[in-house]
């Protein structure tokens, strides 16, 4: 089992739906979580971070955890078409980041 | 502020060359991490350095080595190139020597090993 899943292929939105990603991760004692945006040809960009269960705003980000069932979410409300971009769940364990392979994103206007 | 800075930008190489890449930390944090990207996958953890002391290690060859210095700026060293060795590397930057605080990412080395 891979440290972290994010199993979903491109997701392709409508400008101005909502987003939906997600990501399991097998280490039950992992603290922190990450979702990460890259755009073709650079580098990941911190968009969002959660520690805690529940959900955590920001803009039009939300991020969702639930630690009993291992699961982290991103939502992306009004996706614009700079939304377009590969997203990154990253999770913390044993002083490392583990990253899952990226889900795609594409808004079409 | 200026965010993490790498160099150089791109970078090519031949097989059984070695390759040093440089990263500079923003300003304030003390710890720098190493990942190594190849296509269509997500980063890949190489090293952490803290104060100067490796915090760990993932699980790549003896042929990687990294130091951290004084003023916290760091290199990655890789040697006998291979061509699985292509990748884009990444540095990130955080305040304290444990992932829980957030990691920034510099905007990497392009690495073609031919």
């Known amino acids: 089992q891979k440290e972290v899943e994010q199993n979903s292929g491109p997701l392709s939105v409508p400008e101005g739906a909502i987003a939906s990603l997600n990501c399991t991760y097998s280490d039950r004692g992992s603290q922190s979580f990450f979702w990460y945006r890259q755009y073709s040809g650079k580098s990941p960009e911190l968009i969002m971070f959660?520690?805690?269960?529940g959900d955590k705003e920001d803009g039009r980000f939300t991020a969702q955890l639930n630690k009993a069932s291992q699961y982290v979410s991103l939502l992306i409300r009004d996706s614009q078409p700079s939304d377009s971009a590969t997203y990154l769940c990253?999770?913390?364990?044993?002083?490392?980041?583990?990253f899952g392979k990226g889900n795609q994103v594409v808004v079409i206007p | 502020d200026a965010g993490v800075t790498q160099s150089p930008t791109h970078l090519i190489k031949t097989r059984g060359q070695h390759v040093t890449l440089r990263c500079s930390p923003i300003s304030g944090h003390k710890s720098v991490s190493w990942y190594q990207q190849v296509l269509g996958q997500g980063p890949q953890f190489i090293f952490q350095?803290?104060?100067?002391?490796?915090?760990g290690r993932g699980n790549f060859p003896d042929r990687f080595s990294a130091r951290q210095f004084p003023n916290y700026s760091s290199e990655l060293n890789v040697n006998a190139l291979l061509l699985g060795d292509s990748a884009l590397y990444l540095c990130?930057?955080?305040?304290?020597?444990?992932?829980?605080?957030?990691?920034?990412f510099g905007p990497g080395t392009r690495l073609t090993v031919t």
């Open positions: 350095y803290y104060e100067k002391e490796e915090r």
């Open positions: 990130a930057s955080s305040l304290e020597g444990t992932v829980t605080y957030e990691q920034y």
């Open positions: 990253a999770v913390q364990g044993n002083n490392r980041l583990a």
């Open positions: 959660i520690y805690s269960n």
